[in-house]
C-alpha cells in the first residue's frame, strides 16, 4: 500500500504557475504508474497526466499538453506536477495516485492509492 500526500495548491492568476508535489510513504510507486487527476467542483474527475517512474516517461492528457510538465525526484519519492499558463479552468482539486503494478499503458491503469487532493485556484 502506497500513501500519497499532495501539497503547494494555491491560488494564482490566469497565466501564472504553481507546482504541485506528490510525496509518497514508499519507492514501491515507481514499479508502476502515477496520475495526476483533478476534479472540479460538480464535475467528474479527469485525467492529467499519467507518469512512468521507472522509465520517467509521461503521458498528458490534452488540457494538459504544452503546459503542464511531470518530473520526478526519486531521493524524495517525489513527483511534480509543474503546471504554467494556468486558466480559470484548470481550477479544481488535484490529486495524484498510485498503482504499483506494471502497466502498459498508465492512462488506464486501476488507481487505488489515492492522497486526499490540493486545491488549486485560477482567478
Known amino acids: 500500500h502506497v500513501q500519497l500526500v499532495e501539497s503547494g495548491g494555491g491560488s494564482v492568476q490566469p497565466g501564472g504557475s504553481l507546482t504541485l508535489s506528490c510525496v509518497a510513504s514508499?519507492?514501491?510507486?515507481?514499479?508502476?504508474?502515477l496520475g495526476w487527476f483533478r476534479q472540479a467542483p460538480g464535475k467528474e474527475r479527469e485525467g492529467v497526466a499519467y507518469?512512468?517512474?521507472?522509465?520517467?516517461?509521461?503521458t498528458y492528457e490534452k488540457t494538459a499538453q504544452g503546459r503542464f510538465i511531470v518530473t520526478q525526484d526519486k531521493d524524495r519519492n517525489t513527483v511534480y506536477l509543474q503546471m504554467n499558463n494556468l486558466k480559470p479552468d484548470d481550477t479544481a482539486t488535484y490529486y495524484c495516485?498510485?498503482?504499483?503494478?506494471?502497466?502498459?499503458?498508465?492512462?488506464?491503469?486501476?488507481?487505488?492509492?489515492w492522497g486526499r487532493g490540493t486545491q488549486v485556484t485560477v482567478s
Open positions: 507518469f512512468y517512474p521507472n522509465s520517467e516517461r509521461t
Open positions: 495516485a498510485s498503482d504499483p503494478r506494471r502497466s502498459v499503458y498508465c492512462g488506464s491503469a486501476s488507481y487505488d492509492n
Open positions: 514508499t519507492s514501491a510507486y515507481r514499479r508502476g504508474c
